[in-house]
Nanobody, 125 residues
Framework: VQLQASGGGLVQPGGSLRLSCSVS????????VGWFRQAPGKEREGVSC????????HYSDSVKGRFTISRDTAKNTFYLQMDNLRSDDTGVYYC???????????????????WGQGTQVTVSS
């Protein structure tokens, strides 16, 4: 199982970014996958997760209405579209999966077994 995250960068407040996570070793049609972030001085947070077998999503309260998780099964890639970014969205974002979890909520509130490398997102003017 491998996950490869990309798409981070520097963006002004109110701007948008799209993160991508390309996966190998499994298909995006059964397990839960998601995005986590670690801000400086804060605990890691599960921001958005997706149950790939039934398309049920989970979002943390801090990103609800601004972030959207999605997938492209043909490319075996899932995404995090981040709109209306704020300075407190700054952090290192990690994509993750757990073949033993099918629930988006369970994935976002536990520690997944498989992680991609982090990608830095900085929201600053």
């Amino acid at each position: 199982v491998q996950l490869q995250a990309s798409g981070g960068g520097l963006v002004q407040p109110g701007g948008s970014l799209r993160l991508s996570c390309s996966v190998s070793g499994f298909l995006l049609n059964r397990p839960a996958v998601g995005w986590f972030r670690q801000a400086p001085g804060k605990e890691r947070e599960g921001v958005s997760c997706l149950s790939t077998w039934n398309d049920i999503t989970h979002y943390s309260d801090s990103v609800k209405g601004r972030f959207t998780i999605s997938r492209d099964t043909a490319k075996n890639t899932f995404y995090l579209q981040m709109d209306n970014l704020r300075s407190d969205d700054t952090g290192v974002y990690y994509c993750a999966a757990d073949l033993g979890h099918s629930s988006s909520y369970a994935l976002c509130t536990t520690s997944p077994s498989d992680w991609g490398q982090g990608t830095q997102v900085t929201v600053s003017s």
